[in-house]
């Protein structure tokens, strides 16, 4: 069982940078890939990006590309999501995922990020 908190959201102007944070505790994660997404009001949720625990390799969307970041730190066991210039249309809760296989089968609770204009 793998436990993911997030954190460090809140409301920014357009503009701003933030990162946030995730948790991770309960299981080894060698084996695991870490993931971010984010559902804005009235929207699917999307996938941000992922990276691999072991190896720190990265996959992000399209949108993501150049503007979002993920690493991870393996001594605080803690994935971040750095973003700048940060826009309206990013507002939205923003989860972490944990994964082995095909599926994301842990989640966060999320952590919502508002960017004014």
């Known amino acids: 069982q793998v436990q993911l908190v997030e954190s460090g959201g809140g409301l920014v102007q357009a503009g701003a940078s933030l990162k946030l944070s995730c948790a991770v505790s309960?299981?080894?994660?060698?084996?695991?890939?870490m993931a971010w997404f984010r559902q804005a009001p009235g929207k699917l949720r999307e996938f941000i990006g992922s990276i691999n625990w072991s190896t720190s390799d990265t996959i992000y969307a399209d949108f993501a590309k150049g503007r979002l970041a993920i690493s991870r730190d393996t001594a605080e066991h803690t994935v971040l999501l750095e973003m700048i210039n940060l826009k309206p249309a990013d507002t939205a809760v923003y989860y972490c995922?944990?994964?082995?296989?095909?599926?994301?089968?842990?989640w966060g609770q999320g952590t919502q990020v508002t960017v004014s204009d």
């Open positions: 995922a944990a994964r082995r296989a095909v599926l994301w089968d842990y």
């Open positions: 309960g299981h080894t994660l060698s084996t695991y890939t």
